[in-house]
């Protein structure tokens, strides 16, 4: 576990883009919300369809009523021919609220059914990855995706089109309707209108866009920091660095309030005059000070204003919820592209039919790895395993042990060669059936939250609860978990609290329960605390009893009774042999045994002097 808070890369800066790099950018986001929204275009234009004739109806009962003022002061006036103006207008405007709310209603449903069917759809993609993509990813990230991104295309879906399409009907319209009563006052009247686009404008510059992404690298930490904090709280204070770790999520939380406030301040200054331009009363100022002007130099009729003070005035009104609306637009643009990138993730191959291992045997043929193009990790890397053996891989850090160990149950696909299991392709099976032929065993535990019997029943959905028991008597669980409140039915984090020990057991437990014939285990006495440690020992000698077992190996002691001993080194196997032979050969095992044994003698001195 690490709790690390460090401002991200860029974070103050948000890493701004050349303008060739930021249009590129801005063209993917479009491209991202378009093919991310494809599914529910279809419905929303029908919903835009109904905004733009409600769009059209707010203006239509204004139109009417100054038909009827010019009446009114008609000599004589059509008392009747008013009265039925006014009625009109009042139809008018109940069939435009009709339409608005059956607009929203709808796009807000669309919205909900979009949201459900998009999880569903991320959730689908998660089980076709390869598992590695989750090691590369905090739980934090991996939340993120499922829930805040999707939430954040909430406004992309049931108010972005609807709000662009009643801005632009409204002042189309109304427009169109004041030219042909006066195109000087109407001249005047985007005054107002222009201003507020250029003030627009700046909202949504790259000023803008930079302040969005320091403030969402900012509250993407905070997520991460917080989850890392909250399950790490017991392992930090352990060590005395409850302090230290409460520091640094304090600071990421600093650091995200900080960058949202530099990210609203100069939004709420240009967001304020712009809302100010478009004001009826403000819009009234102009038009009348215009008016006056044109009465004055004799060309505009002073009926003529009538319109513009009672049309033009609710003009800006359509365009207030673009300004309101624009950090979520931009929110929504970068959730998408970020879940467009996710839904575009290389998926692990699927095998056309089932297969399933028989007696065993791995074989590596040639195999390479590079996690970028150019980096090679592993390479030329040829051995087999065979049954009741234990393998196990050492070498110095980064020599590529864990990756190559990794790409036995397919965290990661070959870059070339193959891996096989009875002469198979590992790619040929289905990931159902590869994981009941391969099982694994880390040192990160991985627990759901539920029952400590759903934990177990991963494994096996269809065990019963005496196979459940005698897994977790063989990995010396069993006992620890009849004392918890209520046994098996325990849930993790609510009356089932596991120290390191007895969560790797218990996911020991669940790897005897798969009954796999081909295991890897990556140390996983690592992290059990002192007294837990020969019990998982004895858990483990269970476990690998007549398997073929792959062990990455950090503490040399620990295997020196193994089967075979893989040297690696920069990614290419250059020691093989039993612990005696290695040690006699004198080459790069001799050397980290010599360190193996160093560390332990300071460490048996360290307990002598406590």
Partial sequence: MTVQVAPPPGAESGNRLPKAAAKAQKQREALARKEILAPVSGMLTVASLLVAVASVCSVVPFLLIVAACRELLNTPADTDRVWWLFGAAVIVLVARALLQAVALTWSHAVDAGYQLTLRRLLADKLTRVPLGWFGERSSGEVKNYLRDDVEALHYLVAHARLEFVGALVVPLVTLGYLVTVDWRLTLVLLIPLIAYFVLFGK????????????????????????????????VVRAFGQAGKAHKEFQDSVDGQVNAAHRMKMPIIRVQSASDIVVMPVFVMLVVVLGGLAGVGLGWVDPLDMLPFLLVGLGIGSSLLGLGYGSQALRAGGAAALRLHELMQTPELETAASEATAKTGIVRFEGVEFAYRTGHDVLRGIDLELTP????????????????????????????????????????????????????????????????????????????????????????????????????????????????????????????????????????????????????????????????????????????????????????????????????????????????????????ALVEETR
């Fill in 203 to 234: 909202i949504m510059d790259r000023d803008g866009r930079d302040r969005l992404a320091v403030y969402t690298r900012w509250e993407r930490r905070t997520a991460e920091a917080t989850i890392e904090f909250v399950d790490g709280i017991q």
């Fill in 388 to 603: 009741g053996t234990i393998t196990a891989l050492v070498g110095p850090s980064g020599s590529g042990k864990s990756t190559l160990a990794k790409l036995l149950p397919r965290f990661y696909d070959v870059g070339a060669g193959r891996i096989t299991i009875d002469d198979r392709d590992i790619r040929a099976f289905t990931s159902e059936e590869l994981y009941r032929s391969v099982g694994f065993v880390f040192q990160d535990v991985r627990l759901i939250r539920g029952s400590i019997r759903e934990n177990l029943l991963l494994a096996r959905p269809g065990a019963d609860d005496a196979a459940i028991e005698r897994a977790a008597t063989a990995a010396q669980i069993h006992d620890r978990i009849l004392a918890l409140p209520r046994g098996y039915d325990s849930e993790i984090g609510v009356d089932a609290t596991l120290s390191g020990g007895e969560a790797q057991r218990l996911s020991i437990a669940r790897a005897l329960l798969a009954d796999t014939p081909i295991l890897v285990l990556d140390e996983a006495t690592a992290f059990a605390d002192p007294e837990s440690e020969a019990a998982v020992q004895d858990a483990l000698a269970a476990l690998v009893a007549g398997r073929t077992v792959l062990v990455i190996a950090h503490r040399l002691h620990t295997i020196t009774g193994v089967d075979r001993i893989l040297v690696l080194d920069n990614g290419t196997i250059v020691e093989q042999g039993t612990h005696p032979e290695l040690r006699a050969a004198g080459g790069l095992y001799q050397q980290l045994w010599e360190i193996n044994e160093a560390a332990l003698g300071t460490l």
